[in-house]
């Protein structure tokens, strides 16, 4: 897959862009509103820190990439770095589309983006609650099933196989389940299934949910939704078995 610039001086610009627009917003707001921001995120004093150059991206996703109550944005926090960055790519390269992320990213440079990947994947700040269960037993039993177990009559693997055992994630390029609202996660399963979402070649999600139902879809969903935070959120090490199928995202 071909990138952008990588220079450092294409980072050096990007930061004192960044760094020029904040100062100018700061200019604007009086000298108490700004002491209020600052001991909310005292980080942010320095405008040239990563918590300052980061501040596009904390308003859908929570100041440690927490999520918000949005549905559709997702916690980022404590996903593989690798993961994070190569979904940045795909969003300014517009492999990945949804407009708001495409054009906050659009000209960062490789570095720039690997920076803001790092950030977020040292993040550990503490999960949302729970949601508040709909689905019915039913459903959330064939949630369980198709995570834990997954279904051989559709030739469908466990999610638990690619995503670890507690769906943390794992290294370097398997993104953690837990945390993720059911919204999210059948907006992302579906575009799987119709194309609308892609990784690299060979695509193991698009084969997976290509042969999930939209039920099955729901199901997961709602499944994941009900489990508890863990008590390690860290992404799991490079499976050492071999994966259920061959997955480009971890090459």
Not at 33 to 58: H, L, M, N, Y
Not at 181 to 208: F, H
Request: charged content about 20%; overall charge positive; hydrophobic content about 35%.
């Amino acid at each position: 897959m071909e990138t952008g610039p990588t220079t450092t001086s294409d980072g050096s610009i990007a930061r004192k862009l960044l760094k020029a627009l904040v100062m100018s917003a700061l200019s604007t707001v009086g000298a108490h509103t700004w002491a209020q921001q600052s001991d909310a995120v005292p980080a942010f004093k320095s405008v040239d820190s990563i918590e300052a150059r980061v501040q596009g991206c904390v308003t859908c996703h929570g100041q440690s990439g927490q999520g918000t109550n949005n549905g559709y944005y997702p916690r980022i926090a404590g996903k593989p770095a690798v993961y994070l960055y190569n979904q940045l790519v795909a969003f300014r390269d517009g492999t990945r589309r949804y407009p708001p992320m495409n054009y906050l990213v659009a000209y960062l440079p490789d570095a720039y983006l690997k920076e803001i990947a790092e950030h977020f994947a040292k993040q550990r700040p503490p999960f949302a609650a729970k949601e508040t269960a709909t689905a019915d037993a039913a459903t959330l039993d064939r949630g369980r099933t198709l995570v834990t177990a997954g279904d051989t009559s559709k030739g469908v693997p466990a999610c638990i196989a690619c995503h670890g055992a507690g769906l943390t994630g794992t290294e370097p390029g398997i993104p953690g389940l837990v945390g993720l609202r059911p919204t999210y996660i059948v907006a992302q399963l579906t575009r799987w299934r119709v194309g609308e979402r892609r990784a690299a070649e060979p695509d193991c999600m698009k084969r997976v949910a290509s042969r999930l139902s939209d039920s099955d879809v729901a199901a997961v969903a709602a499944w994941l939704s009900q489990q508890a935070a863990p008590k390690d959120p860290s992404p799991e090490s490079p499976n050492l078995v071999r994966m259920p199928f061959a997955c480009g995202s971890q090459r």
